[in-house]
């Protein structure tokens, strides 16, 4: 059964950090470009970072460069996202999603269920 598991969601004062994981199982996440999106109250779900399978290539949304990081341990079928500096604004809830291919632009195949970020000011 395909699945992705985040975690490492939570409660955080402005300027803090948490570290987000995105654990698959069912399939292997090292094929496929893995990317992260948000939704926060009474909005459209977002793009927040993407990583790439072959070279790795990295994408972030304009309004979290610089703060945040993806990476990915193919070893442990997991992607993380680094989230230093956080904003009241970052408040959402965090999804991960494998996308169809090996490709950012490639629209997501399979999603977590999400974990919830909260950044008090």
């Known amino acids: 059964q395909v699945q992705l598991v985040e975690s490492g969601g939570g409660l955080v004062q402005s300027g803090g950090s948490l570290r987000l994981s995105c654990a698959a199982s069912?399939?292997?996440?090292?094929?496929?470009?893995i990317g992260w999106f948000r939704q926060a109250p009474g909005k459209e779900r977002e793009g927040v970072s993407c990583?790439?399978?072959?070279?790795?290539?990295?994408y972030y949304a304009d309004s979290v460069k610089g703060r945040f990081t993806i990476s990915r341990d193919n070893a442990k079928n997991t992607v993380y996202l680094q989230m230093n500096s956080l904003k009241p604004e970052d408040t959402a809830v965090y999804y991960c999603a494998a996308k169809g291919n090996y490709l950012c632009s490639s629209p997501p195949r399979y999603w977590g269920q999400g974990t919830q970020v909260t950044v008090s000011s």
């Open positions: 069912g399939f292997t996440l090292a094929y496929y470009a």
């Open positions: 990583i790439s399978v072959h070279d790795r290539s990295t």
